[in-house]
């Protein structure tokens, strides 16, 4: 059984570009979230995705923005990046029940 | 709203000695509680949950937690650490939509 694999590791953006990261989700699962993780502190839910529909969103502008496709894996993206964007993107997929999400190992964005 | 507030941000501990990590929520609606753990560079796993039952949760690792309607925590417990415990936990909750909210993390520092 394959876990939940994020790509790139890290990345170094510059103030005003776009990012896409990506997530691939665990075998089975049809819903992936995504949090953002500052330095220092807990994730924050961005939004989740449940089927190819976004299923949710947290307190976060429209410049981040999501994508699921059809396997299930999923892609955030940022656009104007800001410098308040630096921070560790989490993935985590569920089947959809039983609340337990299994996390990715995050991508770390540096926007400089 | 509902929240989490994790009361210590950091607990040092000598190796062999017993832990307690705290967790306090707010919630007007009935909750699902968890405890999740952070290595060094690594993404979230899931140490424990609470979903309903019994009030005391065994997880992974030797880790414990007591779900306390009245006192509105979830505190986490382990008779004695090890080196390896030597990681950030988050608490968090979970109230039957499609966020999970995270609280800020307590870094617990297992000393030989």
């Known amino acids: 059984e394959t876990g939940v694999t994020q790509s790139p590791t890290h990345l170094i953006k510059t103030r005003g570009q776009q990012v896409t990261l990506r997530c691939s989700s665990q075998s089975g699962h049809n819903t992936v979230s995504w949090y953002q993780q500052a330095l220092g502190q ?4 961005i939004f989740q995705y449940y089927r190819e529909e ?6 976060f ?5 999501g994508l699921q496709f059809p396997n299930y894996s999923s892609e955030l993206n940022v656009n104007a990046l800001e410098l308040d964007d ?16 299994y996390f990715g190992p995050g991508t770390r964005l540096t926007v400089t | ?5 994790q009361l210590d941000s950091q607990v040092p501990v ?10 306090n929520y707010s919630s007007s609606v009935s909750v699902y509680l968890f405890w999740y753990v ?35 925590s979830f505190h986490l417990r382990k008779p004695s650490v ?5 990681a950030e936990y988050f608490c968090a909750l979970d109230t039957g939509g499609f966020k999970t909210i995270f609280g800020a993390g307590t870094r617990l520092f297992v000393k030989a």
């Open chain 2, 38 to 72: 952070q290595y060094p560079n690594q993404g979230l796993q899931l140490l424990l949950k609470y979903l309903s039952g019994s009030t005391l949760v065994k997880g992974i690792n030797g880790f414990e937690a007591e779900f306390n309607k009245s006192q509105t």
């Open chain 1, 61 to 65: 502008p429209p410049r981040f923005s």
């Open chain 2, 14 to 23: 000598f190796e062999e000695a017993p832990v307690e990590l705290r967790c």
């Open chain 1, 54 to 59: 976004e299923n949710g969103r947290g307190n």
């Open chain 2, 82 to 86: 090890h080196i390896s415990d030597t």
């Open chain 1, 42 to 45: 807990g994730p924050q839910f």
């Open chain 1, 86 to 101: 630096s921070a560790l993107y989490l993935c985590a997929s569920s089947d959809g029940t039983g609340y337990e999400q």
């Open chain 2, 1 to 5: 709203a509902q929240s989490v507030t």
